[in-house]
């Protein structure tokens, strides 16, 4: 290997006498491996691991530089970099030694050993004139130096730092290089993130500004450029990609950014002259810029040339990239140069007399010295295959560093087909996950190799940041449950299943929300794979708390929901990827269990935790089923009732058949919402009956009817959809809406169906969910279609031919409201369409009926004291109030009971037979005869039971076919003479179905 350099010095002593500095020096030394200059000193790192500096002499009569020996004790040093006034050594054994300025009189230089860098091996060093930065195996940063424009990644407040500080900021991140400009610090991440920090009056850090920054800010522009390396000058910065495009910024004034400009960049810019030769190396001085490509041997320069070191024989600026080939003999051939560096004024570069036209991954761009610890399959095959005595102790360090450091695991396992990793983002992770399944199926039969994983994993799950600074840190979060297959024990999956749970919690709001973008973009097996690892864990939590509810079995219980409680709602916010049912926890039963055992036993301290453990839970909805949120809302409701109940709270409601609104209104009116915590206890004037919810049931029934009646015109109705909705605000200006809310309220509380024939949308709204265009397909389905019909449409002239504005016509009084401002003015074209629909579907179900929606839903929360309702998604929730029309009548028959009666009895067999001859719509009147409402409570009809039972007659003279069937509305209980024939029961059946609301039959 040779040197060859040129610029400022004239390395007198270097062996060479030239008659022009300008002109290439050649330094015939075969063993040169690094060299590094600045500031008018020259390092050179031999390839025997030792070091010579060759130091700028104070007086001129003396030679220019001297030469002096690097003593390192028991140490081979790898490379060396340079600053202004002080040079950093970096060991083969990962050790970093500093120096502050050369010594004058002795013949070597003994620089110390830095301190707090001996966690882990030291893979890279940089240099800026007064700071330095230093890359450990284990992927930490550290700076050290001066801080006067924050370069160090702190504040500004710290002046300087005398030992290295941890940069926690790019915690997590795995970095593929290091380097320092004159007062500024970049870092390239393995994916090609760009991270810029420090001194920015030129623009040097690419963030289109020119203000300094104390910590590391990625540089937007250069996201998915494939970016491989950086080299730094004194104001500029120059970056190459994969594809050997190059990019400058920053300082431009002798045209070090290649632009054939001497214009300052504030972002990064494609050096349009380079495009197209594939650079392979890139190299900043401080004014001057390097471009190499090893297919052709052409050496490509720009920038300041006052002291020679473009290499052209010339003292001038360039202000263009421009070839050297013809000044550098050696150029001729492809593939020699082998490392090209640019240091203060000064160009050099090592290269070879033989030629090698293999080009290597680790030759493509420059020399960046070792990788940070990431697996690879050489690595693991190695664990693997190598003796357990052997070398053991090396390879529990290896695992350690590497599955303790989210930064390796994060560069572990990248996705490099067609440069996928190149596209990470906030919604692209670029991890290939075949290759973590791959990992796992090699080392799950090492039990050695599982055990120290674990442990280390353990390490670094109780070590994440809360802020990591991009979506490349979060790729642990999304691996280690992938990991945690390789464990058997439950103890083991439980634990690292907790401390990534806490990990995962404590990450701030935006970084969880980027972390649940990536886990939801990832393919639907994976996330289904997450989902049931905490659904399993779950479990296990459950049982723990059941046999032991002790505060640290409660918050592992909850911080574990909670993480499946936000896996839930990014899968509603994806449009369901999984069915909700993959949340369930049915382990929940047995909270409800102990309950039940409690009270048989009258244990009521032990009751009251865990009714108190219960209720908390609400705010995990989705580990319920619909039966366990209705039994939640009934147990909160129940815990209320009792309460007011023991106070001696009234909510009793006369009401009269045939002023059945007005009376409702009137109580309503009069009551406070103290009076509704208790159970309602409705009473019909001149009617005989304790309400033990069958009247009460009559009740809403009825006055839900009577309430949404067209004659009412409180509600305005779409006869399409035959669904009701509000009126714009100000057509009433009454409290219908709110005594409607409170009626609604009230039927929920008390466990009754009300059928008020609202769409999906109402129950969105009281759970803060918007509406969408879907609801107005609902509600209108031929507005839906209409509107559905201007998005799908293709042509143009089609849609201006339908001459539309963003108005719209309100039914009620013929007025004409605008959608948006001045929407009378704003036509509706290809363009605003969308913005059109949306205008349109948020002015029907939110902007017009605003007053009426919020007075209805204050009404509503004021009716149902238990906020438990809140539990439910809006098909839930509309499913409780309105019941449900899923009739399924064979299965109504299979859950009957019988008391005087069983299924052999012919009056029953009769019974049946005249029950499926009925019309449907005479079956519906038969449930409303029994239930009081003809639609069935949420379960549907396998939840839904009732009872027949034989009708005894005070007078034994009567034939039992004089008498009518009827029915006990509150505990379902239908009594059935026992008729002499099927016509007999028939016509009785038949009429008191037909009648019983004018004659109290049921």
Known sequence: MNCCCWGESDCADFGLTVKDQCFPLLYKKDTIYEISFQNGNLVI???????????????????????????????????????????????????????????????????????????????????????????????????????????????????????????????????????????????????????????????????????????????????????????????????????????????GGYGQLGHNSSRNELKPRLVAELLGVQVSQIACGWYHTIAYVCTTGNLYMFGCGLQGQLGNRKRCNQLVPLTTKKYIRFCKVPNLIKRIHAGGNQSMIIYSEVENCSISEGQFANSTGKRIAILNDTTVQKWITSPCDKKKNKRKREIDITFSSASCLNGSFLETSNDQHFKTSPVELGVDMSAVNRFIGKVKQCPYILNQVKKSVKKMLESLTDSPICAEALRVYLIVPELLRLLNEEYDISLLTDLLSNAILQLKKDKRKMFVSLLI?????????????????????????????????????????????????????????????????????????????????????????????????????????????????????????????????????????????????????????????????????????????????????????????????????????????????????????????????????????????????????????????????????????????????????????????????????????????????????RHNRKQYVDAYVDYVFNSSVKKNFEDFANGFKKGCSADMWTIFVPVELMAVIHGNTAYDWEQLEKNVKYRGYDVSSEVIKNFWTVFHDLSEEMKKRFLAFLTGSDRIPVGGMEKFTFTICYKEHLDPDLHPDFFYPSANTCTHILSLPCYSSIEALRIRLQHALQFFEEFGLA
């Open 45 to 251: 790192v031999l390839r025997n691991g030792k070091a010579i500096t060759f130091e700028e002499q104070e007086s001129l009569a003396q030679q220019r530089h001297k030469a002096k020996v690097v003593a390192v004790k028991d140490e081979t040093i790898y490379t060396a970099v340079s600053g202004e006034s002080h040079v950093l050594f970096l060991t083969r054994a990962g050790k970093v030694y500093e120096f502050m300025r050369f010594p004058k009189k002795s013949k070597t230089v003994c620089p110390r050993l830095i301190p707090n860098l001996q966690a882990a091996p030291i893979i890279q060093i940089a240099c800026g004139r007064h700071h330095s930065l230093a890359l450990s195996q284990d992927g930490k940063l550290f700076s050290w130096g001066s801080n006067t424009f924050g370069q160090l990644g702190i504040t500004k407040e710290t002046a300087s730092l005398s030992s290295p500080h941890h940069l926690v900021s790019l915690e997590g991140i795995p970095l593929a290089q290091i380097s320092a400009g004159g007062a500024h610090s970049v870092a390239v991440s393995l994916s090609g993130t760009v991270f810029t920090w420090g001194r920015n009056n030129a623009g040097q850090l690419g963030l289109g500004s020119t203000e300094d920054e104390c910590s590391p800010n990625i540089v937007k522009s250069l996201e998915s450029k494939k970016t491989i390396f950086v080299s730094c000058g004194e104001e500029h910065t120059a970056i190459l990609t994969k594809d050997g495009m190059v990019f400058t910024f920053g300082a």
């Open 521 to 829: 973009a990832f393919p639907t097996s994976y996330f289904m794979m997450f989902v049931n690892l905490y659904q399993r864990v779950s479990k296990q939590c459950f049982e723990k708390t059941v046999d032991e509810c002790s505060e640290n079995n409660v918050n592992q219980l909850k911080m574990t929901l909670q993480i499946l409680q936000i896996l839930y709602q990014a899968n509603l916010d994806a449009g369901l990827k999984i069915q909700e049912h993959n949340f369930y926890v049915p382990e929940v039963a047995f909270i409800f269990q102990v309950m039940c055992r409690s009270i048989i036993l009258g244990n009521r301290n032990t009751l009251l935790k865990y009714l108190d453990l219960l209720l908390s839970l609400k705010v995990f909805p989705c580990i319920f089923d619909t039966g366990g949120k209705v039994q939640m809302f009934l147990t909160d409701r129940t815990a209320i009732t009792s309460k007011m109940m023991i106070e001696g709270m009234d909510n009793s409601l006369p009401v009269r058949r045939e002023n059945i609104l007005q009376d409702a209104f009137h109580f309503l009116r009069r009551s406070s919402p103290n009076n509704f915590q208790a159970p309602l206890q409705v009473s019909f004037s001149r009617e005989q009956g304790i309400d033990q919810g069958g009247l009460s049931q009559e009740f809403f029934t009825l006055v839900t009817k009577e309430l949404c009646a067209p004659e009412a015109n409180i509600f305005k109705h779409y006869e399409d959809s035959r669904l009701i909705w509000f009126h714009e605000d100000g057509y009433r200006t009454g409290d219908e809406y709110h005594l409607a809310g409170e009626i609604c309220g009230l039927a929920l509380y008390n466990r009754c169906v009300a059928d008020f024939h609202f769409p999906l949308a109402l129950y969105k709204k009281l759970l803060n969910i918007r509406p969408a265009l879907e609801d107005m397909h609902e509600l209108s389905p031929t507005e839906g279609r209409c509107l559905q019909g201007l998005l799908d449409e293709e042509y143009d002239e089609v849609i201006d031919g339908m001459m539309l504005d963003f108005t719209k016509l309100n039914t009620n009084d013929g007025s004409v409201a605008e959608l948006i401002p001045d929407g009378e003015a704003t036509p509706v074209t």
